[in-house]
């Protein structure tokens, strides 16, 4: 069964205006964390956020924030103020256990939405 | 400098030759990992070593094996090179006893690798 659901292949928006990008999950285990990632044309991955299974208040980045649903295993990211920077692939992922020493660590990706910023 | 290298940025071999990326780290973390990006598939772990006497399987490591030569470097082969194997290939670190929950991986630039 996957893991990490990404059901926008790709997203329009424009330029200042906010975009959220949608990410659903599927675990049993209580203690998990939940990443996004920005991937430019150039094709480096860029860590953007990080949201934990037991924090109590949703995210945030500077510009970025993350909507975090638990019941829903939802973990949307939202980007303000888009800036046409802000093109690229964006890839959320999870990590199963509480990230310490003797966890797993394993990040398990979707498949990706490709955002575009229209001037 | 960055903080993880790999070498080649870009490779293009044939079928059936052997072929081996390298990864390096200056970042002192004892995790690393290697994952492959199709397009359309996202980012997939091949293999992961949690210190140098430790290296583990993941969810796509039929075709592929790996080297932890040190804490700093880890590398990938491909023992005979497919064209399915053509995929861009990251490397990434991470380090538990960072102390933040969050304990992202860090990603190397990737090596995009043409199998012929």
């Known amino acids: 069964a996957q893991k990490i659901t990404q059901t926008q292949p790709g997203m329009f928006v424009q330029e200042k205006e906010a975009v959220t990008l949608d990410c659903t999950y599927d675990t049993s285990d209580p203690s998990y964390g939940l990443f996004w990632y920005k991937q430019p044309s150039s094709g480096e991955m860029i860590f953007l956020i990080y949201?934990?299974?037991?924090?109590?208040q949703n995210a945030t980045e500077g510009r970025y924030s993350l909507n975090f649903q638990k019941a829903r295993k939802s973990a949307n990211l939202v980007i303000s103020a888009s800036q046409l920077g802000d093109s690229a692939m964006y890839f959320c992922a999870m990590r199963e256990g509480d990230g310490t020493q003797g966890g797993s660590e394993k990040l398990v990706f979707g498949k990706g939405t490709k955002l575009t910023v229209n001037p | 400098d960055a903080d993880v290298t790999q070498t080649p940025r870009n490779r293009i071999t044939k079928t059936g030759k052997r072929i081996m990326l390298e990864c390096s780290q200056t970042?002192?973390?004892?995790?690393m990992y290697w994952y492959r990006q199709d397009p359309g598939l996202g980012l997939r772990l091949i293999y992961y070593?949690?210190?140098?006497?430790?290296?583990n399987k993941g969810e796509i490591s039929d075709g592929y094996s790996v080297s932890r030569q040190a804490q700093a470097k880890f590398s990938l082969s491909l023992e005979s090179a497919i064209p399915n194997q053509t995929a861009l290939y990251f490397c990434a670190t991470s380090d538990p006893l960072a102390g933040a929950a969050e304990n992202e991986q860090f990603f190397g630039p990737g090596t995009r690798l043409t199998v012929l």
């Open positions: 949201q934990g299974s037991y924090d109590q």
């Open positions: 070593s949690f210190d140098v006497k430790d290296i």
């Open positions: 970042k002192g973390h004892d995790r």
